[in-house]
């Protein structure tokens, strides 16, 4: 009779257990669909919105995890075995982009005597995807025909304002020889549509490799590793 009474006993616990497990991801996996639903609403995504977002996946697991004794129960420990792995790797995937975060802290190298910074309008309908934009950038020679090249930074900064949708416009702050801007001594000064003076450059004067700065909807970028960094 005791022992049919233990047997009954701990079944309840272990179901009651089960239930508590089921209400608790309920809970987690809820308060983390507005984490979803937040990150999904941004027009375009940075990389600390990434790293936000592996936080919240990881607080969300941990939740689950830290929210009660589940080792009482042999079912419920091995089945939650496969959420401490994926929390486990979702933890070491955050230490290792956190680690290469901080060891670029990249600056500006210095210009030589006989470069200067050129700032190039670029184009990408994808606008809303840094991905895009990287593959833009690491061909970056083969996407500037019939691009704008302007020889100051506030000139393309306003045309680009004055677009209706900004969403696809950008521009990037390049280091060119001097001697691969082109002079026509027959030709006259080219301008844009608001009069703003345009240079005109050699086909190799533009390598990715010598990308100072991307600049889309106010943000800046550093380009390394055909990686966009955001500028802190």
């Known amino acids: 009779m005791a022992t049919g009474l233990a047997k009954n006993a701990a079944a309840t616990n272990s179901d009651a257990l089960k239930q508590a497990l089921i209400d608790c991801v309920k809970q987690e996996k809820a308060d983390f669909m507005q984490v979803i639903k937040a990150f999904y609403s941004q027009g375009q995504r940075t990389r600390e919105d990434y790293l936000a977002l592996t936080d919240a996946l990881i607080e969300a697991m941990n939740g689950v995890l830290n929210a009660n004794d589940w080792d009482d129960s042999l079912f419920l420990r091995n089945a939650l075995k496969p959420l401490k792995k994926i929390r486990d790797e979702a933890v070491a995937l955050k230490k290792e982009a956190t680690a290469t975060m901080e060891d670029k802290q990249i600056t500006l190298r210095d210009l030589a005597e ?26 970056l020679r083969s996407h500037l025909l019939g691009r704008p090249v302007y020889e100051n930074e ?71 590793d055909r990686k966009l960094i955001p500028r802190l």
């Open 154 to 224: 506030a000139d393309v900064a306003k045309v680009i304002r004055q677009k209706l949708v900004q969403t696809s416009e950008a521009y990037v702050i390049v280091a060119i020889k001097k001697h691969d801007v082109e002079n026509f001594a027959y030709q006259a000064n080219r301008v844009d549509r608001c009069g703003n003076p345009l240079l005109t450059l050699k086909d190799t004067a533009v390598k990715p490799e010598n990308i100072f700065e991307f600049v889309h909807q106010g943000r800046r970028y550093f380009f390394v």
């Open 114 to 139: 006989d470069e200067m910074l050129v700032y190039i309008s670029i184009f990408q309908s994808a606008g809303d995807s840094l991905r895009k934009w990287e593959l833009q950038l690491s061909s």
